[in-house]
């Protein structure tokens, strides 16, 4: 089992960039593969990116390819996603989720553990 906690979320203006960051516990965090999800207000939640647990296996939505960067440090327990050129429809809350399949899937019912969240507000 493994516990996620997500930080790193704020207020920020379009064109701007933030780092989300998750950090797991438990020793088995290298055998997880990682993705990121967000829910806008009123809407479902959603794929934005996935790792599979070495990083040779990376997914994105087609919404954030070449804005957003997902990586992994197996040392630390923590998996990123590097956000730039944020715009207002980037805005809501930011989700960790892991599962122990071997490639990173893109729907949330592939997911078996998931953080609290993080707020990520793109507003002027």
């Known amino acids: 089992q493994v516990q996620l906690v997500e930080s790193g979320g704020g207020l920020v203006q379009p064109g701007g960039s933030l780092r989300l960051s998750c950090a797991a516990s438990g020793r088995t965090f290298r055998s997880y593969t990682m993705g990121w999800f967000r829910q806008a207000p009123g809407k479902e939640r959603r794929f934005v990116a996935a790792?599979?647990?070495?990083?040779?296996?990376?997914r994105y939505a087609d919404s954030v390819m070449g804005r957003f960067t997902i990586s992994r440090d197996n040392a630390k327990s923590t998996v990123y996603v590097e956000m730039k050129s944020l715009q207002p429809e980037d805005t809501g809350v930011y989700y960790c989720?892991?599962?122990?399949?071997?490639?990173?899937?893109?729907?949330?019912?592939?997911?078996?553990?998931w953080g609290q969240g993080t707020q990520v507000t793109v507003s002027s």
């Open positions: 790792i599979s647990w070495t990083g040779g296996t990376i």
């Open positions: 989720a892991a599962d122990r399949k071997l490639m990173p899937g893109l729907m949330d019912i592939e997911y078996e553990y």
